[in-house]
């Protein structure tokens, strides 16, 4: 099961990045996985940034991602997606999205299963 994220880049502060995540279709009791993204800065521990239910009602951010950060998921394209705006340079990681074996999501890194290589998401001051 390979998920594959994409959509970084270099970034002034104040601007934004699309990142999406393709999934491959794993369903739990015929429903679509809950998933997430997490990031990673050098140095510092992988940590969580949104996550999404299988069904896309259910959202939840990390403090510094609200009001910023938007995910969204599209099942029909098997796709997960963060809108980020006003980025920051601390915002600077890898990020990864990851999928979890339930349709509810969480915020525990440690309850994704399946993750993707990450895409590097630079923001310069």
């Known amino acids: 099961v390979q998920l594959q994220a994409s959509g970084g880049g270099v970034v002034q502060a104040g601007g934004s990045l699309r990142l999406s995540c393709a999934f491959p279709?794993?369903?739990?009791?015929?429903?679509?996985?809950?998933m997430g993204w997490f990031r990673q800065a050098p140095g510092k521990e992988r940590e969580f940034v949104a996550s999404?239910?299988?069904?896309?009602?259910?959202?939840r951010y990390a403090e510094f991602a609200k009001g910023r950060f938007v995910i969204s998921r599209d099942n029909t394209k098997n796709m997960v997606y963060v809108q980020m705006n006003s980025l920051k340079p601390e915002d600077t990681a890898m990020y990864y999205c990851?999928?979890?074996?339930?349709?509810?999501?969480?915020?525990?890194?440690?309850?994704?299963?399946?993750w993707g290589q990450g895409t590097q998401v630079t923001v310069s001051s």
């Open positions: 279709l794993r369903t739990f009791s015929s429903y679509p996985l809950a």
């Open positions: 990851a999928s979890r074996l339930s349709t509810f999501e969480s915020i525990q890194l440690k309850e994704y299963d399946k």
């Open positions: 999404i239910s299988g069904n896309g009602v259910t959202t």
